[in-house]
């Protein structure tokens, strides 16, 4: 099944463009991504820092499930879900959109 998600922009904005933020009702669902890097990491914060790190995925795997990413230190991050209703970041590049 396809659905069709509508993202909202929350105003979050840095003028020396460290933070931007774009994030959407937890209704807007259904965009999945396929793991690309050997091992891409999965943070509490969008930030690559080992202190952030909630755990790991491997090449291949599927990760979802929101329509939105934010802007740090100059990397894409995609939220995706997490088990229990959570959500982590991911960066941009280790990903595909499926």
């Known amino acids: 099944m396809i659905r069709k998600a509508a ?9 020396a463009g460290s ?12 965009c ?8 891409a990491g999965v943070y509490n914060s969008p ?4 202190n952030y790190l909630i755990k790991t ?3 291949g795997d599927i990760v979802g499930d ?3 990413y934010t802007i740090n230190d ?5 939220i ?5 209703g959570g959500v982590g970041y991911m960066r941009a590049d280790s990903m595909v959109r499926v």
């Open 7 to 15: 993202c909202t922009l929350v105003g979050l904005a840095s003028l």
């Open 19 to 30: 933070l931007v933020a774009f994030s959407a009702p937890a209704s807007a669902a259904g």
């Open 32 to 39: 999945h991504y396929r793991i690309v890097w050997n091992v």
């Open 47 to 50: 930030q690559q820092n080992p």
């Open 57 to 59: 995925k491997q090449r």
């Open 66 to 68: 929101y329509c939105t």
């Open 74 to 78: 100059g990397y894409y991050w995609n």
């Open 80 to 84: 995706v879900a997490l088990g229990g």
